[in-house]
């Protein structure tokens, strides 16, 4: 429960304004300097522009359009609308006038708030077919010295207009932001279905600032503390993470100068908390590792040699291991000369938490920062549901969501669903009682995602719903997952899963890692002599059943793997095995090996496997492997 | 920020008479005289060799003509050294860049300050009171400029490293921190794709417009020039052939046969 004086944005901003004044609440590049703004003087840009958007005709209920790049403006304009009452509607800065017309239209906002020309001109485009819009005020006057129509002011002087309104009306602020509770709408978040127009879904002050407060608990930051402000304010990640830790707990705000500096700024700002998708810290990594191979001589082999340490330190925490005083202090070494500069670079000197989003990211790239000493947290929520799950700082497991947030109930319906209930909880859509209905059953939003929760109580993602396929005995089971969790393991490169709704288990076929698996044959001096034979080595059919093991623990029983061949060669796009942008053909696959499917099923110990080969010389030659069939749960026949 | 004032409140006049240029047989200019009423952007147009960049060349103080003079705001600056005339606020861009390429834009536009700095180079090294006032203002001007040019993500980018189209920009940006009372601009748009030209273009008439500072540019596109001149000079083997607004330079037959050649 929140305390009622906390309850809203405007109120943690009045109370942020009163109780650090002087206190630095938000900082944005300027001509080349960074300028502070106090709490006190937000509090007071935040008075002014309300109360001109009150004398503006703004009502309790109504809502504001804002459009443009996340700026100390941006929210001030957010938190003038709240404190009036009303409520913020973001408007992606990159969408085109037939969208901003719509978002507007829909939401039926009388005032939009706009950056600049570029924006000012899309509310000029479809003036005529919004004709509720009242006022568009603008922020940056630039290149809009030329206009002249009574459709525009400036931010400027929507404040003096609060000015004048405040001497008339003395008082008029602080009794807005008093009426305001917790469950009044603070903004409406627009997401785009796969199918339709974007909906509209009503976010109250409560399950923002919940959010934002079991977001804290996870990943705690007090008022000295740098966030940077860059993901969309007009998304709500932004919000309820972002702009809620804020509020609540007076983080500062960091602003770019330009969308385009944004690397440059967050390396002067060093912020606290880093947040990228998986595909950012994907690409990231990639730049590090280009930028490597471009470095100087010394600086490469450094990194190289380090690179290997750092693997050795996200190998013990994977493990939960402490590492003794020897690696420890390998550890702080490589730290010192490698790890921090290069830290430093990318704007995480001073990083603590480093997030991303719940999109499924490769195991390479988690142990890749792991290295550089960066740990990737979960977080696992959305419009409708809040803040769902994310990982603590002392359980971090990359094949997990994390813990369940103290603000969501989760439960996994009799479908496999992800059901979410509590205070962070959206308050349905705008204007379509049909699709909230659809989405809210008995108090519970439907994520439209299926998973599980583990034995560690962590909340595990398996795949959309819609991409879950079924066991003849009707068992969920998710393929991409249980094979991206396979390719967790050093010794295997790629895996299929068979099923489907003819069989009652899974089975697995398993490309092992010919480079890994063959180091590690000889170090346990196993002879072998190619890749088909080495695959069929008992030894081997040991290594991967500790590595199945362990992934069938972790699976609800009905998803665990019973069987498991080595296959005797990689998957080939060549051969039509895969896509050509690497993806498995199930289908055409489970045919061409129709003969070892049946043999797993069957219960065969093995099967013969003629494979045509084509050679360099053009010459075709058939390649006769025996394929032995493991049990998941049997030692050695 | 309370922005210094970059604008020029008196209109600025240039002025040349007659003026004539040789080297040696080669007659760059013969008897040109040219007057630059206050604000406008004015063209000079010509083929190759007309002696364009030679009638610039002798404003800014490069050549000396041998013959006529020019005045600048009333004063005589037929023979004042180029140091001179840039204090009393002739600037330029060139049409092949002129930048340092191993400083940054930021201090590419510094550098340029360098006139308007008073402070001795002990005090300014030491960076102490008036000094450290006098290097702030300085680097306020300059960040105007790049706010103004739109090349803030530029600012700490060694300049030799950045595209052709940018440099420009930051040539330009180089003249405007000199804080000109007149502009001459030296082909600046040559070697740019159209979006480049359409920027560049955008930027000359917001000086213009905005700061109010007389422009002379030499440009060989000519959909600029109809786009943003108030007048045109038409230079054809150091003569000036034909003077007016670009409507009825682009009609004048003599222009156009220097231009096209006969057909």
Redesign the interface.
Same mark, same amino acid.
């Given at each position: 429960m929140l305390r009622k004086e906390e309850e809203t944005f405007p109120k943690l901003l009045f109370r942020n304004g009163q109780k650090w004044p002087g206190l630095t609440a938000m900082r944005k590049k300027?001509?080349?300097?960074w300028k502070e703004y106090t709490w006190k003087e937000c509090l007071e840009k935040v008075k002014y522009f309300s109360l001109g958007l009150t004398h503006l005709g703004l009502q309790r209920g109504d809502r504001v359009a804002i459009i443009g790049e996340n700026e100390p403006e941006w929210f001030w304009a957010e938190f003038a609308a709240q404190a009036a009452g009303g409520a913020m509607v973001g408007i992606y800065t990159d969408m085109v006038p037939a969208e901003v017309k719509y978002i507007t239209g829909h939401s039926d906002a009388k005032l939009a708030v706009a950056n600049d020309q570029e924006q000012v001109d899309k509310f000029m485009e479809v003036r005529k077919e919004l004709p509720s819009l009242r006022k568009v005020i603008y922020w940056d006057p630039r290149g809009l010295?030329n206009y002249d129509d009574p459709l525009l002011l400036s931010f400027d002087e929507v404040g003096e207009l609060g000015k004048r309104y405040e001497a008339s009306h003395p008082q008029a602020f602080e009794e807005n932001v008093a009426k305001g509770t917790g469950e009044d709408i603070a903004a409406l978040y627009y997401t785009s279905g796969t199918t339709g127009l974007p909906k509209a879904a009503m976010v109250s002050h409560r399950a923002l600032i919940s959010s934002g407060r079991a977001f804290l608990e996870y990943n705690p930051a007090s008022n000295r503390e740098n966030f940077f402000s860059y993901m969309p304010a007009a998304w709500i990640g932004e919000g309820m993470f972002i702009t809620s830790s804020h509020l609540a707990n007076g983080v500062i705000l960091n602003f770019a100068?330009?969308p385009?500096?944004i690397q440059?700024d967050l390396r002067e700002i060093a912020p606290h908390v880093v947040s990228y998708g998986p595909r950012q810290w994907e690409d990231l990594a990639r730049t590090i590792q280009v930028r490597m191979r471009e470095a100087g001589f010394l600086n490469r082999l450094l990194y190289r040699i380090f690179l290997r340490l750092g693997y050795k330190r996200a190998e013990l925490l994977e493990q939960n291991r402490e590492p003794n005083l020897f690696w420890n202090l390998l550890i702080a070494l490589s730290d010192l000369l490698v790890f921090y500069p290069l830290r430093e670079n990318f704007g995480m000197k001073k990083c603590q938490i480093a997030t991303t989003g719940s999109a499924a990211m490769s195991i390479d790239t988690f142990r890749f920062w792991s290295a550089l000493g960066i740990r990737l947290k979960q977080l696992y929520g959305s419009t409708e549901a809040g803040f769902v799950a994310g990982h603590r700082s002392e359980e971090i497991r990359f094949e997990t969501l994390g813990n369940i947030s103290s603000v969501a109930a989760v439960k996994i319906s009799e479908g496999g669903e992800i059901l979410v209930k509590g205070p962070a909880l959206f308050s349905g859509y705008h204007k379509d009682p049909e699709k909230t209905a659809q989405t809210l059953i008995d108090g519970w939003v439907r994520t439209g995602d299926a998973g599980f929760i583990d034995q560690r109580g962590h909340l595990v993602f398996l795949d959309r719903l819609a991409d879950v396929s079924r066991l003849a005995n009707g068992a969920k089971y998710a393929p991409q997952y249980v094979e991206g969790r396979l390719r967790f393991s050093p010794h295997i490169k790629d895996a299929m899963v068979l099923g489907g709704e003819k069989r009652n288990y899974l089975a697995v076929i398993i490309i092992i890692d010919f480079e890994n698996v063959g180091k590690w044959a000889e170090d346990h001096r196993i002879n072998y002599t190619t890749f088909a034979d080495l695959s069929q080595k008992n030894e081997l059919s040991r290594l991967i059943r500790a590595d199945i093991d362990r992934l069938n623990g972790d699976l609800p029983e009905e998803m665990r793997i019973k069987k498991f061949v080595l296959f005797h060669k990689e998957f080939d796009p060549d051969e039509a095995e895969l896509t050509r942008t690497r993806k498995l053909r199930r289908g055409f696959m489970e045919e061409r090996y129709a003969q070892l499917v049946n043999a797993i099923y069957s219960g065969q110990p093995g099967v013969d496997v003629e494979a045509r080969v084509k050679y360099r010389d053009g010459r075709e030659g058939v390649v006769k492997t025996n394929i032995k069939v493991w049990s998941a749960d049997e030692e050695d026949r | 920020?309370n922005s210094p004032d970059l604008s020029t409140p008196d209109k600025s006049q240039l002025t040349l008479e007659k003026i004539s240029l040789a080297f040696g047989q080669l007659q760059a200019l013969n008897g040109v005289s040219l007057d630059l009423q206050g604000n406008e952007i004015l063209a000079i147009i010509g083929p190759n060799g007309a002696g364009k960049t030679c009638l610039l060349n002798c404003v800014n103080g490069f050549y000396r003509p041998q013959t006529g003079s020019i005045f600048f705001n009333g004063q005589e600056i037929t023979h004042s050294p180029v140091y001179e005339r840039t204090q009393l606020g002739i600037a330029r861009t060139f049409q092949n860049i002129e930048l340092f390429n191993g400083l940054t834009t930021?201090e590419n536009l510094l550098a340029a300050r360098h006139m308007h700095f008073h402070h001795g180079f002990l005090v300014a090294s030491l960076y102490f009171g008036g000094a450290r006032r006098e290097e702030i203002r300085h #680097?306020?001007v300059v960040?105007?400029i790049?706010?103004f040019l739109e090349i803030?993500?530029i #600012?700490?980018k060694p300049v030799g490293a950045l595209p052709y189209g940018l440099r420009k920009r930051i040539e330009l940006g180089r003249a405007l921190a000199i804080e000109p009372k007149l502009l001459l601009l030296d082909e600046p748009m040559s070697g740019m794709n159209v979006e480049e030209k359409e920027d560049m273009a955008r930027f000359i008439l917001d000086i213009y417009e905005?700061r109010k500072i007389p422009i002379v540019l030499i440009e060989h596109d000519m959909g600029v020039v109809m786009d943003i001149a108030d007048r045109v000079v038409v230079l054809d083997f150091g003569t000036k052939i034909a003077e007016g607004p670009p409507e009825e330079i682009s009609r004048n037959p003599e222009v156009i046969k220097a231009y096209l050649g006969e057909s």
């Open positions: 300027n001509f080349g300097v010295r100068e330009e385009e500096t440059e | 920020m930021l #680097r306020e960040e105007q790049i706010d803030k993500p #600012r700490k905005e």
